[in-house]
């Protein structure tokens, strides 16, 4: 990873008696390098308190968004966050990723996922659809997969893959 930006802290007001500092912090990077590949740049906004990282707000290529927040108080961290993704061609997938990618990987992929619960534990849900895809030999218009659990098992449920007029269940898990 090469990363470099700049980061803004700006000193937010106490609530109602509340000493701890509070601050909104604005992150924009000006380039953005993981595994030699170039990634569009990202920027967003947070408010950091010794409470947790709230209104979190970055967006990242045009394509995702990241939003919720991390919360510190009372024991474990805690996170509610949700990860948009709109128009993002699968096909350059394989040159970025840690694991090998299926050969002929190609589609729009739109939809959430969702972290919510113990950092260290998260339950995981997920609700994609891949437009105009192919994975390995088989081309289909759509695809709706959709899964929930904490890592590593993520279970399928009413996920499907459309080629005109037939359909396909999946079923299994991530």
């Known amino acids: 990873w090469a990363v470099g930006g700049r980061a803004r802290f700006t000193p937010l007001a106490s609530s109602s008696g509340d000493l701890a500092p509070r601050f909104q912090v604005r992150v924009r990077t000006d380039y953005c390098i993981v595994e030699s590949e170039p990634l ?94 192919t994975l390995e030999k088989l081309d289909y218009d759509r695809a709706v997969v959709q899964f929930q659990g904490f890592p590593p098992y993520l279970k399928l449920y009413d996920s499907k893959i459309f080629k005109g007029r037939n359909m396909l269940r999946l079923k299994g898990a991530i």
Request: a negative charge; charged letters at 30%.
């Open 40 to 133: 569009q740049d990202l920027q967003g906004s947070f408010e950091l308190s010794s409470e947790g990282i709230e209104a979190v707000d970055f967006a990242w290529g045009g394509v995702f968004r990241l939003e919720g927040r991390i919360l510190f108080k009372g024991g474990a961290p805690r996170e509610d966050i949700l990860l948009r993704i709109e128009g993002f061609p699968l096909a350059p997938v394989g040159d970025f990723a840690g694991r090998p990618v299926p050969s002929n990987l190609t589609g729009e992929l739109e939809g959430k996922l969702k972290f919510r619960g113990e950092m260290n534990r998260p339950e995981i849900l997920g609700h994609f659809t891949i437009k105009d895809g």
